[in-house]
C-alpha cells in the first residue's frame, strides 16, 4: 500500500459517519460579502490598478496595441537582457522589435537553465485592482509556472480595461481553479524578523508591468 492509499484510507474513514451534504456548493456557502468597494469606471479600475501595482514596487508602462514591441524591446534593451523566455503561446508580434535571444519554455528545462535566462515576457489572466494583483493561470501566453518564478525579470502584459476586474470575487468567476495559478502582487519579497526586506528570494527581483490599451 502506498502512502497515498494509506491517507486516503484514513479520511474515508474519518468521514463514514459524516452526513451526506447534497447542497450545490454554489449554495453551500453565505456569499453576501461586499463583492467590490465602492463604484468605478472603467478607467478609474485601471487607475486604481497601476497606483496599487507601484505601491507593490512594480514597475508601472502604459502603451497602445501599435506600440507595444517598441516598449517590451525597449524594457529588455534597457535591462542589458541577452536572453528572453518566451511561452508556446505567446503573441509573436510583442517580440517583433526584440533583438534578445529569444528561449522556448520547454518541459525538459532544469532550474539551473531557467537561473541563466536574463528576463521572461508573459501575458496574463486577469488583474485585480483593489490588490494590486495579477494572475496567471499556465495558458499558453503564459507558460509553465517556474518560467516566471527563476529568471530574475519579468515583463507582464495586461490588456486594459478587458483584463482587470475590480476585486478578487470578481477575479475568480474568471478563473479555472483546476489551472495552476500564480497570484503575484509586486515582485517578490519577504522580511526577516528584523523587518529587513529581500527581494527575488522565490521568484523575480524586478516585475514590470505594461498596460497596453486598444484591440490586439
Do not use: F, K
Not at 519554455?105 to 532544469?110: F, L
Not at 497570484?183 to 527575488?200: C, F, K, M, N, Y
Amino acid at each position: 500500500m502506498s502512502s497515498r492509499e494509506r491517507i486516503l484510507g484514513r479520511v474515508r474513514r474519518a468521514l463514514a459517519d459524516v452526513r451526506q451534504d447534497d447542497t450545490p456548493y454554489e449554495q453551500a456557502i453565505e456569499r453576501s460579502y461586499v463583492r467590490e468597494h465602492g463604484e468605478r469606471s472603467a478607467e478609474q479600475t485601471v487607475d486604481l490598478l497601476a497606483g496599487n501595482l507601484a505601491d507593490y514596487r512594480a514597475i508601472v508602462h502604459r502603451c497602445a496595441t501599435d506600440e507595444l514591441a517598441a516598449m517590451i524591446a525597449g524594457l529588455l534593451a534597457g535591462r542589458g537582457a541577452q536572453t528572453v523566455l518566451v511561452p508556446s503561446g505567446l503573441d509573436g508580434d510583442w517580440l517583433a522589435a526584440v533583438d534578445a535571444e529569444r528561449v522556448p519554455d520547454r518541459a525538459e528545462s532544469t532550474p539551473h537553465e531557467l537561473d541563466r535566462v536574463d528576463s521572461v515576457v508573459t501575458a496574463c489572466a486577469v488583474a485585480v485592482a483593489e490588490t494590486g494583483t495579477i494572475v496567471l493561470d499556465g495558458s499558453p501566453d503564459q507558460g509553465r509556472r517556474r518560467i516566471t518564478l527563476v529568471p530574475d525579470h519579468h515583463i507582464c502584459v495586461v490588456r486594459i480595461p478587458d483584463q482587470v476586474v475590480s476585486s478578487v470575487p470578481q477575479a475568480l468567476e474568471r478563473l479555472d481553479p483546476a489551472r495552476p495559478l500564480t497570484w503575484i502582487s509586486g515582485p517578490s519579497a519577504t522580511s526577516d524578523i528584523e523587518l529587513d526586506r529581500v527581494e527575488g528570494v522565490h521568484g523575480p527581483r524586478t516585475l514590470e508591468v505594461v498596460l497596453v490599451h486598444g484591440p490586439g
